[in-house]
């Protein structure tokens, strides 16, 4: 995926993105999390998932310095990030209050 490609997938929708990578251990803790925040939130918002490894031009582009960080976008534009792993009522608060407005 390129980023023409990414900036397209957020337009008009709200749209989770967790920056991640295989060999990261709160990554791998925020799986079953991000996992369930799918199932929860289909039909409602997007939720996807980049390994920084294979993109790494796209965690350049939103300056990702560390992982996991989860950006979550509204309509193409940032409107929260979370670094470092999150407990899922931080992710749903953020993910709620996006939708509430959208």
């Known amino acids: 995926m ?9 337009k008009d929708k709200v749209v989770l993105v967790d920056f991640g ?14 996992k369930d925040m799918k199932k929860k ?11 920084i490894d294979d993109q ?10 560390s992982i996991p960080t989860l950006i979550l976008f509204k309509d193409g534009q940032e409107v929260k990030r979370l670094v470092g792993l999150q ?3 931080a992710i749903e608060q953020s993910l709620n209050e996006a939708l509430e407005n959208h």
């Open 41 to 51: 939130y289909e039909g409602l918002a997007t939720i996807l998932e980049i390994n």
């Open 21 to 34: 990578a295989t060999w990261c251990g709160p990554c791998k803790a925020m799986e079953p999390i991000i």
């Open 56 to 65: 790494r031009s796209l965690a350049t582009d939103y300056m990702v310095q």
């Open 87 to 89: 407990p899922t009522a």
């Open 2 to 10: 390129d980023i023409k490609q990414f900036q397209s997938s957020l």
